[in-house]
């Protein structure tokens, strides 16, 4: 069932040890469309410039991506450059020119009003609150945030996440929400803040999913190479509410099975892995659901004991 | 099935951010006997000082360790002093007295020359090859060792290994001894170093196991409260070889289920993570054969998918 996403839509400079990019498709909103598109009718909301390029257009609308949402205003794409150590654990980022997404304001086509699943990606949390409000039939809901929210605008972003269902963000911004260092204690606090899931990021050691009364943890998929992590987070993003949008997770009706969570993460790492195999976007030019769901074969595999 | 362990019987002085201990029962040696005890008939081969307290012989010998490989020579007993940062990710070493340790000599008794089983705790790899050779019925024979031997003493190191069954380290020593920053290609590089089992901890985020056709994957307990995580790697080591030895794992006579290593490997993870509740070796005063079960179950919950 059809998913709305809202987020950035940019152009990336990067550079890995693998190699250096000047200018490539990227942003929240683009990789989680991208990777939630293999299991879902999916729906974007952005902004873009006039520099950006018909290509781009024409990728994310042949992997079906609905992009009435995606308006284009005079100026420039955002754009971000950054470079990463040797062992790609750090990244340094050289330079966030926000050009037409410093005036965002998400407005939400008609016919997007009443689907019911909605990620929020990382923007200013009074605008997440102002989008979802936009949907008023819902039936599950949430995002993610960033550092910079957290430390400057938390009041403002405790009563956004208040109103979702699920917050996705990684190990260090959950201990920065929750002023705890102890990750389980982290976890509690976060979960009655509102999100009734909590699901934490590890990077290259997996994620964790906590409710009040279940807890997932899975490590990470063990890639050959890691060729570029740019968007590997966003791409766990859509794969996990991608997942639960296919099946018709529904939580507000109490129609759900709490394992459908457990896959979903699992689903998310998978495409987070599939992500950092190429440059940027490049590897969802050639992925198939096919290759997806053999990668979740192979979780079964490792992990079982 | 019985096990021999070989390693360090120590004092330590510890300082985390939940308290201080002035002197306290450790080494290798202890952890992984003890660990293992809960699986096994364990015996042990090390040296104490005349200073070694009836105290801590009556610990090891009340868990079933046999101890007739515990010698006594004039003398102090290896101690060991360290501090951790506060997260508990870094730890200092402030002293390191190897006393009695030094002149180590592992000489097995006669009657442990026909056990089954051996771990060679983190020595020097030479005297972890001599008394490997003084048994020679193993069927089931592996060990740790650590960044110093690896810098200094490569050779001599790989001469060890290359009669190993497995051999059990953590990420960055994988990294260190094979020369590549990418585990997966590390841990292929080292297969082909002897052993026929890797097994890499990492701390809080699991541990993996690889094999020529197998690789495992499992994510580390996630502990309300980390105490003091002293001695978990062996307790790890201890859990894991102590649990195959229990099953009667017989890799030499190809009578074995490789599924049984992914339960050791939970195991070790299990046994790792008691040992981070209390100050050193102060859990396995009160734990049980039942709790260890429990959380063994507990792990099957949350990584079930």
């Known amino acids: 069932m059809?998913?709305?996403?809202?987020?950035?839509?940019?152009?990336?400079?990067?550079?890995?040890?693998?190699?250096?990019?000047?200018r490539m498709l990227g942003g929240s909103c683009t990789y989680i469309a991208l990777s939630a598109s293999y299991f879902t009718?999916?729906?974007?909301?952005?902004?873009?410039?006039?520099?950006?390029?018909?290509e781009d257009t024409?990728?994310?609308?042949?992997?079906?991506?609905?992009?009435?949402?995606?308006?284009?205003?005079?100026?420039?794409?955002?754009?971000?450059?950054?470079?990463?150590?040797?062992?790609?654990?750090?990244?340094k980022t050289l330079a966030t020119d926000l050009n037409v997404f410093a005036d965002f304001e998400p407005k939400l086509p008609a016919a997007y009003a009443h689907l019911p699943y909605l990620f929020l990606g990382n923007i200013q949390p009074a605008l997440q609150l102002s989008a979802q409000r936009q949907?008023?039939?819902?039936?599950?809901?949430?995002?993610?945030?960033?550092?910079?929210?957290?430390?400057?605008?938390?009041p403002e972003l405790l009563e956004t996440i208040k109103h979702w269902d699920f917050l996705l963000i990684n190990d260090s911004e959950a201990r920065m929400l929750a002023e705890?260092?102890?990750?389980?204690?982290?976890a509690q606090k976060i979960l009655a803040m509102g999100p009734n899931t909590l699901i934490i990021?590890?990077?290259?050691?997996?994620?964790?999913?906590?409710?009040?009364?279940?807890?997932?943890?899975?490590?990470?998929?063990?890639?050959?190479?890691?060729?570029?992590?740019?968007?590997?987070?966003?791409?766990?993003?859509?794969?996990?509410?991608?997942?639960?949008a296919e099946r018709g997770f529904d939580l507000r009706n109490g129609r759900f099975d709490v394992a459908e969570l457990h896959r979903a993460v699992i689903y998310g790492s998978v495409m987070g892995s599939f992500c950092c195999e190429e440059f940027g976007v490049e590897r969802f030019r050639t992925l198939t659901r096919k290759e997806i769901d053999q990668r979740f074969e192979e979780f079964r595999r490792f992990t079982a004991f």
């Open 2 to 22: 059809s998913l709305v996403v809202i987020g950035s839509v940019a152009y990336d400079a990067i550079e890995t040890p693998h190699g250096k990019r000047d």
């Open 41 to 54: 009718k999916t729906s974007i909301v952005a902004v873009v410039g006039e520099d950006f390029a018909l």
């Open 58 to 91: 024409t990728l994310l609308a042949g992997k079906g991506v609905d992009l009435q949402g995606l308006e284009t205003v005079p100026g420039k794409t955002f754009f971000w450059s950054g470079v990463y150590s040797a062992d790609m654990n750090d990244r």
């Open 135 to 154: 949907m008023p039939g819902l039936r599950f809901v949430g995002g993610d945030t960033m550092n910079y929210w957290i430390n400057g605008n938390k």
């Open 180 to 186: 705890e260092n102890n990750i389980r204690k982290a």
């Open 201 to 244: 990021k590890r990077g290259e050691y997996g994620a964790m999913l906590f409710r009040k009364d279940n807890l997932f943890i899975c490590p990470g998929y063990l890639l050959d190479d890691v060729f570029d992590p740019t968007g590997a987070g966003d791409c766990f993003a859509g794969g996990f509410v991608g997942y639960l």
